[in-house]
């Protein structure tokens, strides 16, 4: 299928005041997501997951390279596509209903109908009867369902989203990751989703793009069966495997080759297992 | 003034945090939330009754003209009322001022924002401001009465020129240190940048823009006394001025008392618009 998203050898360098060097973040970047596919960028903190994903929203201009939407260059700010910060960035001034909204205010969607389209998303997340409450009355996790709701209210062809679950504990993460993947499995929006944690990517994506210092990746396809939170992950060999090989690739990720690992044999053998603990409980072993 | 939260928690913090050591040592004394009201409202009464005390006890000898008791200051402010001089001095004065103040609100506003997102409008404006603020306004007195003439205007003109600045700087500042975090929001969901401004920038300066309101409150009541006291007299700052010239020193101690108590009372109302209609402010300072 045709790419939706299209990086083509991206390089990025910031200037270092204090050394006076210059740190090259990306060198020389390819990658393409395919229309409705979830994949997760994997890798270290400070590798550069945060600069390509704003590199793809145009937040920040590559200093090479370019970014192709949809088979055009990404120039014009457009206008679907949703993003999840990593800090959230809620507006404390804005009620929950306020921050949803904001994306179809800046559209110009009159008062009613964009309340009534935020009131839908507050719902999708679990948030219902929130709606008028203010950002700090919140906990770490409501927060972040607002900052998913309000890159949803858009109903963005694109949701990038930045370690969303970063900052919240285990347990809440867990139940935001399967409630992003039912959310997913609703809008099939296409994802881009930047994590550190290797059992969030093989929970949520269909390909695993793992990420070493500045360097260009390797792909790897996710072809466990969804829904996937209902597996007993930890007796499952092909999870196991696919989990050790995502890991060795962590740890050399300076291997600049890239290469696509394909896990096309896991399907099989994922179908018939136990419905005991969900992936995401497994995940929490290794880290 | 109307600081009574922050007075108790200045006490408070230290007592809370030392507690969980010893609470041995704590439980004879009073316990921090009694210790802080009695230190934020019965020493402070107390103190005043002394002082008032005091001065009875000092001034029954004193030359009125130098110094009068505060049974004199208090038969003043009968005259002054009865025959509603100092109601009509503070409503004249509460004009004066509110006028001034909110035109450098308004004024003050729109030049802290557009200082603080254009670099070349703030280099173009920092030599006028730097001027106007290091001016002794009084100065510009003559001046505007040149302009004015003796009118409400030229009062509310004066108080303006005065407070405007502090509103200006604040929210220059308030609007320049926003986060990288938040210009990215405004990126990311297609904000124009009027829309920005509105809805994020100005917003999230909110708490600077305050401090900065707070100062130039400050500046309109200076600002407003000095207009009533150098052009016509009248209001407040001409009620002390006529009645230092006669030499009626207790009416003119009414009038300074009741100009401070002016002052307070435009703080506290302040205090009031910025709970009423900033809810979110405490939770995230805090
Ligand atoms: N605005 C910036 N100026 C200078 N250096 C930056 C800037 N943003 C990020 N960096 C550096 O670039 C590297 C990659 O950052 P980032 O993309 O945030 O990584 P990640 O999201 O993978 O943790 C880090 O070493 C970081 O210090
Ligand atoms: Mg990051």
New binding site residues.
């Given amino acids: 299928m045709e790419a939706l998203i299209e990086v083509k050898g991206v390089s990025k360098a910031?200037?270092?005041y204090a050394t006076g060097r210059e740190?090259v973040?990306l060198r020389d970047i390819d990658l393409q997501v395919r229309p409705n596919e979830f994949v997760c960028l994997l890798?270290?903190?400070?590798?550069?997951?945060?600069?390509?994903?704003k590199i793809l929203d145009a937040m920040i201009t590559p200093d090479r390279g370019e970014v192709l939407l949809g088979g055009r260059p990404l120039i014009e700010r457009l206008a679907d596509i949703g993003f999840v910060f990593?800090d959230v960035g809620l507006l404390a001034w804005r009620t929950v209903l306020g921050n949803v909204a904001l994306g179809l205010e800046a559209r110009g969607m009159p008062r009613r109908q964009r309340e009534t389209v935020a009131l839908e998303y507050i719902k999708l997340v679990g948030l219902e009867g929130f709606a008028h409450y203010y950002p700090h009355q919140l906990s770490g996790g409501m927060q972040q369902r607002v900052g998913l709701a309000r890159a949803l209210a858009i109903s963005p062809k694109v949701l990038l989203m930045?370690?969303p679950f970063g900052a919240v504990d285990a347990m809440t993460r867990q139940t935001l990751q399967v409630e992003l993947a039912r959310i997913w499995e609703q809008s099939r929006a296409t994802v881009v989703f930047?994590t550190?944690d290797v059992d969030e990517a093989i929970f949520l994506a269909d390909r695993i793009v793992v990420?070493g210092r500045a360097q260009a990746t390797r792909s790897v396809n996710v072809a466990l069966p969804r829904p996937r939170w209902n597996r007993d992950a930890q007796s499952d060999p092909e999870y196991v495997a696919l989990r050790v090989n995502l890991i060795r690739m962590l740890n050399t990720a300076h291997a600049a080759a890239a290469a696509t690992v394909a896990h096309a044999a896991a399907a099989a053998t994922v179908a018939h297992a136990a419905a005991a603990a969900t992936v995401a409980q497994t995940a929490k072993g290794g880290e | 003034m109307a600081n009574n939260d922050s007075t108790q928690e200045i006490v408070a913090t230290p007592l809370t945090a030392t507690t969980p050591a010893g609470k041995a040592v704590a439980a004879p004394r009073l316990s921090p939330r009694e210790e802080s009201w009695f230190v934020s409202v019965r020493v402070p009464i107390i103190s005043v009754a002394a002082f008032l005390l005091l001065w009875q006890f000092g001034a029954r000898h004193m030359n009125p003209i130098l110094m009068p008791t505060p049974t004199l200051v208090g038969s003043a402010f009968r005259d002054l009322i009865s025959r509603g001089v100092l109601q009509k001095a503070f409503f004249i004065s509460l004009q004066d001022m509110s006028y001034g103040y909110f035109i450098a609100i308004a004024v003050g506003s729109v030049l802290g924002v557009l200082t603080g997102r254009f670099r070349t409008f703030e280099k173009v404006v920092s030599p006028y401001i730097s001027f106007f603020m290091a001016t002794p306004t009084i100065a510009l007195v003559p001046l505007v009465i040149v302009w004015f003439g003796f009118s409400q205007s030229s009062r509310v003109f004066l108080v303006a020129i005065h407070a405007v600045w502090p509103v200006a700087i604040n929210t220059a500042m308030g609007i320049r240190v926003l986060s990288?975090l938040l210009r990215d929001v405004g990126w990311a969901y297609r904000l124009t940048e009027s829309q920005f401004v509105r809805w994020v920038a100005l917003p999230s300066a909110v708490p600077y823009i305050l401090a900065g309101l707070r100062v130039a409150l400050g500046r309109a009541v200076v600002g407003m006394i000095v207009a009533e006291m150098t052009m016509e007299l009248t209001g407040l700052g001409g009620l002390v001025m006529v009645y230092g010239n006669a030499f009626k020193t207790a009416h003119l101690i009414a009038g300074v008392i009741t100009s401070a108590v002016f002052a307070v009372f435009v703080s506290a109302m302040m205090d009031v618009v910025r709970d009423r209609f900033f809810p979110w402010i405490k939770g995230t300072s805090a």
């Fill in positions: 910031y200037a270092n740190l973040v890798g270290p903190s400070g590798c550069g997951k945060t600069t390509l994903l990593q930045d370690e930047v550190h990420m | 990288r």
